[in-house]
């Protein structure tokens, strides 16, 4: 589940289902959306922060909950891609706070964030290419603006982990917070919203100007993603995880 606060300006967001390591369902996906796409037009809302649990940010997708409609409906209907939409469309500030680790959607809605904290425990990984699927969320064009392409080659396409420490060396986290990571980002978060809500807006606008560029990339992902997902190499690396899963 996503639990939701809004004080002094600051709309919190916390993955919420720590059994699960905050495995996302498409609930979750759909309610993460809502909240962005409804910040859009709140005045009361003027920055998000999203965090997670105690050495968990999230895992990812829910494997099981992600393939009831994998492969079964358009791309376009499901809430996955709701939530990139929204990532894409978000209007306002958006604050990360990592503890733990940080897989697959976890890692590439960090590229969406306009300040990033993590805890030295933090381990960020994108195995799409295990899954037999390509990256998602637009990071296939964010990827390589924010690390190079050496770097996001080694993330995106090897699914190598990066620690919090090589997160922050590639630029994609703004800062490793040794303790309390969750109130560092939120006193950031608090900051934002203290300033001038339209200046922010539109200097915040000026900094996303290749949003256009970046909506194409996540349709053209999403496109490509879909059609893995009923491919030989995807449906052999599911069963494969799924099988490993139940033995566990």
């Known amino acids: 589940m996503i639990t939701q606060s809004l004080e002094d300006g600051v709309r919190t967001l916390r993955l919420d289902r720590p059994e699960k390591k905050n495995a996302l369902t498409g609930q979750m996906y759909a309610d993460l959306a809502e909240a962005l796409e409804t910040g859009n037009t709140d005045d009361a809302v003027r920055c998000h922060l999203i965090c997670g649990q105690p050495e968990a940010?999230?895992?990812?997708?829910?494997?099981?909950?992600?393939?009831?409609?994998?492969?079964?409906?358009?791309?376009?209907?499901?809430?996955?891609?709701r939530f990139l939409r929204a990532l894409v469309g978000n209007r306002k500030p958006l604050?990360?706070?990592?503890?733990?680790?940080?897989?697959?959607?976890?890692?590439?809605?960090?590229?969406?964030?306009?300040?990033?904290?993590?805890?030295?425990?933090?381990?960020?990984?994108?195995?799409?290419?295990?899954?037999?699927?390509?990256?998602?969320?637009?990071?296939?064009?964010?990827?390589?603006?924010?690390?190079?392409?050496?770097?996001?080659?080694?993330?995106?396409?090897?699914?190598?982990?990066?620690?919090?420490?090589?997160?922050y060396q590639a630029g994609l986290i703004n800062e490793v917070v040794s303790e309390n990571v969750d109130e560092v980002a939120l006193a950031c978060a608090r900051e934002i919203a203290a300033k001038p809500p339209e200046a922010m807006a539109l200097s915040r606008q000026f900094l996303w100007q290749e949003s256009q560029d970046l909506s194409d990339r996540v349709d053209e992902e999403a496109k490509v993603f879909s059609s893995r997902l009923t491919s030989p190499e995807a449906i052999s690396a599911f069963q494969a995880f799924m099988t490993k899963k139940s033995k566990s």
């Open 57 to 81: 940010f999230t895992s990812g997708n829910d494997i099981g909950d992600f393939l009831q409609f994998a492969g079964k409906m358009q791309m376009s209907e499901t809430p996955v891609y």
């Open 95 to 167: 604050v990360a706070s990592i503890d733990g680790i940080a897989v697959g959607v976890g890692a590439t809605l960090l590229m969406h964030c306009d300040m990033v904290f993590a805890s030295p425990r933090s381990v960020i990984r994108t195995p799409f290419i295990d899954l037999g699927l390509v990256p998602e969320a637009g990071s296939s064009l964010l990827g390589p603006k924010f690390m190079g392409h050496a770097r996001a080659f080694e993330m995106l396409c090897l699914g190598r982990p990066f620690s919090a420490e090589r997160a």
